[in-house]
């Protein structure tokens, strides 16, 4: 995998319908005003380089998520697309990002009621983070661009039992994507304040220097019922999967997952064992 530790990193909230009501997440947002009721609800870090305390600790991760150090924590695995962007800057705000590739993410989060900010359920230190080692280019990010034949999938492996844990989607089902998604972003970057669960996420970009990359994942997908009450355990096996329609269908996936086979034509996949802290 490769190194992504002079990157900033954000995640997106509330950008796949009914995922914050299955997470019991919606609460957190009910005093939150925002301008689309069916839209994102805004952008959270989960790593600033070079800073200190619980957003500085790289969390990344191809292979491994390690559980807290509390062992009461409940912990889910939140399959998601995350795109490489390149950022430009004019007179200390976000003018522009470019996403340049895409792959599979695992948005893995702490079920903390009650916690002030966004940002505290995400990241718990070093591997608490999924991304999957071999990212697939864009040509461009707008309608009829290669990521418009490409879902998403995810599964758990427990024992010997292999499970669907979130619902099988098209990434155009994203709830903005495409144009929409990057002129929000560049204006949740700049105008976003610290309120609610939310932080004032311009200044972090200030204080780590400009960053000129960023991995920003879109948002979690729905849960299976199944994925939607499990929580994870040592020696689970979670599985994200991006998949190329063109070449594959939803049966075939988990045909190929169920088998071993992750590196079938037109699938990207993210395989994490999980491990005790």
């Known amino acids: 995998m490769e190194n992504f530790n002079a990157y900033a990193g954000f995640g997106i909230a509330g950008n796949f319908a009914l995922h914050l009501e299955q997470a019991g997440e919606i609460e957190d947002f009910k005093n939150l005003e925002v301008a689309d009721e069916n ?7 989960f790593y600033m380089p070079g800073r200190d305390g619980q957003i500085g600790v790289y969390p ?7 559980l807290p150090e509390d062992a009461a924590l409940n912990v889910q695995a939140e399959p998601e697309v995350a795109l490489e962007c390149s950022l430009r800057y004019e007179d200390g705000q976000v003018v522009s990002i470019t996403p340049e590739r895409f792959a599979p993410y695992n948005d893995c989060s702490i079920r903390r009621p009650g916690a002030r900010k966004i940002s505290e359920k995400k ?4 591997m608490s983070k999924g991304l999957g080692a071999e990212m697939t280019p864009i040509d461009t990010f707008a309608e009829s661009g290669v990521m418009d034949s490409w879902h998403i999938a995810s599964f758990l492996r427990r024992g010997s039992e292999l499970h669907r844990y979130g619902e099988d989607a098209a990434l155009t089902g994203y709830s903005y994507f495409h144009t929409k998604l990057t002129d929000w972003i560049v204006n949740q ?10 932080e004032p996420v311009l200044s972090y970009l200030a204080a780590a220097g400009y960053p000129e990359k960023m991995i920003i994942s879109i948002g979690a997908t729905r849960y299976t019922a199944y994925g939607e009450t499990t929580f994870l355990q040592a020696d689970d096996e979670v599985i994200v999967v991006l998949y190329d329609t063109h070449c594959c269908d939803a049966d075939t996936v988990m045909e190929s997952i169920d088998a071993g086979a992750y590196k079938a034509n037109g699938m990207r996949v993210l395989s994490q064992k999980v491990v005790g802290a």
Do not use: C, E, R
Not at 60 to 66: M, P
């Open 39 to 45: 839209g994102p609800k805004g952008i959270f870090p």
């Open 60 to 66: 990344l991760s191809s292979d491994t998520i390690k």
């Open 123 to 126: 990241n718990w230190g070093a």
């Open 189 to 198: 970057l700049n105008m976003q304040t610290d309120t609610g669960p939310l």
